[in-house]
């Protein structure tokens, strides 16, 4: 029997991914968009600090070299986060995981928004950090979270949650940078401690909802829990079959051999999806989407925009995110993912792109 798209959605089920993509996609695009609009307001508060801290206005190579950091020291916490998801998502489980990512969060957001109190540009960078670990470890946990709670036939449809929420909350960061709203001389401490809520968020709501059931089933082997965990998020007491179709699958996947790091590198079985994988991750990056995220305020401005002609079209850039996020999903199961691929990943997540990939090849990757 096969189940609707509409049978599978129920109030408990749709709490649940909320929970877990606002309170951490929404974290993560946030903070992806966020720096962009007040860069500039930022640098000239640090030159005016540091002129109070030392008598002396800061350099253009220093207020660049400082600037740098607070935007890509992120992406080193990003580097971090995502290292420790393996570790966090065994550990702590999923919902763990992510409830306690917020720890990260509402560090980040305390030093956000004391930084100016403080005059500190130093506690930009810590907090920049610090949020960048938070993302690491979200763009693991959420999507493991989403697929793993949603029943087979949406994983698709809940997988690409996370992502549509990212580039929609990119928009967001970048329209409350306007001027009218939070991208003021006084505002912008408080645009960036802003993250705080999606972590309250998170914290009042998540509890509520279960771990999910196939970690407690496969890696806790506690099934009592487990059935527990999955009757409530289907609001139903026969989900015996799914259960045991969720024991099947962990059993194949026992079968399959796991393969360490050395061995990816070394196999030669493997070295064409190394290759491709590669390509994927290396060919993202060099479409350069990711230094328009974090600049394209003052790309603008050196073009000869003026300053709010540049947030205007910065903000004209997230929305054509947003939509073609919503074209590629659709064309995506139309056209096919090499086809479409050219386009597609332009603004895709990584980590999307490589389970696409590992789940496709022979291997599991330990
Ligand atoms: C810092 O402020 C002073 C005084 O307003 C100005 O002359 C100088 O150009 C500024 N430095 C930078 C790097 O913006």
Not at 67 to 87: E, P
Not at 307 to 336: H, Q, R, W
Request: with cysteine; net charge negative; aromatic share 10%.
């Amino acid at each position: 029997m096969k189940i609707s798209v509409v049978d599978g959605v129920n109030a408990r089920l749709s709490f649940a991914v909320c929970a877990a993509a606002f309170g951490s996609a929404f974290q993560h695009g946030y903070n992806l968009g966020v720096i962009n609009a007040p860069l500039t307001l930022i640098e000239d508060w640090m030159n005016t600090t540091s002129y109070e801290r030392s008598e002396e206005y800061i350099t253009q190579t220093e207020q660049t070299m400082i600037t740098s950091w607070i935007v890509s020291i992120y992406c080193i916490g990003g580097m971090v986060g995502g290292g420790l998801t393996g570790f966090f998502s065994e550990r702590y489980g999923r919902k763990g995981g992510l409830l306690l990512n917020n720890i990260t969060a509402i560090s980040a957001a305390i030093f956000f928004g004391f930084c100016k109190m403080a005059s500190s540009w130093e506690m930009i960078i810590i907090g920049r950090f610090l949020i960048g670990i938070n993302n690491g470890l979200n763009a693991g946990l959420a999507p493991m979270y989403l697929s793993e709670i949603a029943p087979t036939t949406l994983r698709g449809a809940i997988g690409t949650v996370y992502q549509l929420v990212v580039t929609i909350s990119i928009l967001f960061s970048q329209v409350m940078g306007l001027e009218s709203l939070l991208g003021t001389e006084d505002l912008w401490p408080i645009l960036l401690a802003l993250t705080i809520l999606p972590a309250i968020f998170q914290l009042c709501t998540l509890p509520i909802c279960p771990e999910s059931p196939k970690f407690l089933l496969i890696n806790k082997e506690k099934r009592i829990e487990a059935q527990r965990a999955l009757s409530w998020l289907r609001d139903s007491s026969n989900i015996h079959e799914e259960l045991e179709e969720m024991q099947n699958e962990a059993e194949a996947q026992k079968l399959v051999p796991r393969v360490s790091l050395r061995e990816i590198l070394t196999n030669p079985a493997l070295r064409i999806p190394l290759v491709i994988a590669m390509m994927m991750m290396i060919a993202q990056q060099l479409s350069g989407i990711n230094a328009a995220i974090f600049f394209s305020v003052k790309i603008y401005e050196q073009a000869g925009l003026n300053e709010d002609e540049s947030l205007y079209a910065t903000i004209a850039m997230g929305t054509m995110n947003v939509l073609m996020t919503f074209v590629s999903l659709v064309l995506v199961e139309k056209a096919g993912r090499k086809t479409l691929h050219a386009h597609w990943f332009v603004r895709h997540d990584d980590r999307y792109y490589s389970s696409y990939l590992v789940s496709r090849s022979p291997v599991r990757i330990s």
